[in-house]
């Protein structure tokens, strides 16, 4: 697999972007300046394209008379992005984890929840039947 460092929001997004559908250069900048509010210049996505197709995780198409590229994912550029995709969702796992409380039910409270004060303590339950039962 190419050694390709995502390093920042632009080629994060890009990838995103290529990942659910094929995109004109010009397009994808456009997307790109949406999602990240900011001008997003060629210089800032082109180089990345052109290591993206050196690794062969992109193809191109030239369409229409102005020699409009479309840029779009190869199978390998595919894998390549699930796998990104699998590794910051290992991230954000760990940057939410401290915060996931526990049930003594044994569930997982990722947000919400239920509080009661049980002995002048603040507990937190998935639910308020686990609340009733807790002694
Ligand atoms: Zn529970």
Redesign the pocket.
């Known amino acids: 697999m190419a050694e390709i460092k995502i390093n920042n929001m632009v080629k994060f997004y890009t990838l995103c972007l290529l990942s659910t559908d094929s995109k004109h250069g010009y397009d994808l900048i456009k997307e790109l300046e949406k999602k990240l509010g900011r001008k997003i210049s060629a210089s800032n996505v082109y180089p990345f394209l052109s290591t993206l197709r050196k690794n062969k995780l992109i193809k191109f198409d030239k369409v229409g008379k102005r020699d409009k590229k479309t840029y779009h994912l190869t199978p390998d550029g595919k894998n390549f992005t699930k796998q990104m995709f699998s590794k910051f969702g290992d991230l954000i796992n760990i940057a939410i984890e401290p915060r996931i409380t526990a049930?003594?039910?044994?569930?997982k409270i990722y947000s919400g929840g239920y509080t009661k004060k049980i002995k002048g303590k603040i507990m937190k339950?998935?639910?308020s039947?686990?609340a009733k039962e807790y002694k």
């Open positions: 049930c003594p039910c044994g569930c339950f998935c639910c039947h686990c």
